[in-house]
């Protein structure tokens, strides 16, 4: 009898001693929080803006033969297409796309044109987006401009011949981006560029050569889209 009683408390015992880690663990998970893993937020490093753009230049050409000559070269209001790829959340790269059309004239002779020309300036800045302002996100850049002229044409008359050369220039920008929600948003965007492309001509059966001093403001405005 003693001996079945014996037995009988030692099994008692460790039912109750095996019972213990399982009523512990269940405690523990009564006790701690659930662990919910943080929402990540897509993100895609494209934009495209689509602006106005306008192409401010400024009149301090000449020619090397007529001293005291200056050419002066007509605005222009264009459309014009922004790629950005943004390498991080603060540094992007853009390129942007458009043409202009211009007209070349001697300023010390009004009324006396020079020529016209097609621009094709694609220029490429690197940037740096400040995004510590919400929905206002603004950005400094620097670059380099490559400027092509085509479908040139000489005014006729005193100037026969006109033909604007290939040019490199630098570049630098400030704008802003004002995003409405996560993909659209409205963008105000200036850039100097120091655009001095070499100028050769004919007039009056003389052959000329000189500069035009472009060095242009390109003012745009437009709608941002961030995929």
Do not use: C
């Amino acid at each position: 009898m003693t001996k079945f009683l014996y037995a009988v408390s030692a099994l008692a015992m460790a039912a109750a001693l095996g019972g213990l880690p399982g009523q512990a663990a269940a405690a523990d998970l009564a006790t701690k929080p659930f662990y919910k893993a943080p929402v990540v937020e897509e993100w895609n490093p494209w934009m495209i803006r689509l602006r106005a753009l306008g192409v401010v230049t400024e009149n301090r050409g000449y020619v090397d033969q007529i001293p005291g000559s200056s050419l002066k070269t007509s605005d222009a209001v264009v459309p014009e297409l922004d790629i950005s790829y943004f390498f991080t959340k603060n540094i992007a790269a853009e390129l942007i796309l458009g043409v202009t059309r211009h007209t070349v004239s001697f300023s010390s002779a009004p009324g006396v044109d020079v020529g016209k020309a097609w621009l094709l300036p694609p220029t490429l800045t690197l940037q740096y987006h400040f995004t510590d302002f919400g929905a206002f996100k603004p950005y400094v850049g620097a670059g380099v401009n490559y400027t092509f002229f085509f479908s040139q044409k000489a005014a006729g008359g005193l100037v026969t011949d006109s033909h604007l050369k290939d040019a490199f220039a630098p570049a630098v920008q400030v704008g802003f981006d004002y995003m409405f929600d996560k993909h659209w948003g409205w963008n105000v965007d200036v850039k100097k560029l120091w655009l001095r492309p070499s100028w050769n001509g004919v007039a009056g059966g003389a052959a000329l050569t000189g500069k035009v001093n472009l060095d242009p403001w390109l003012i745009g405005t437009g709608i941002t889209y961030k995929f």
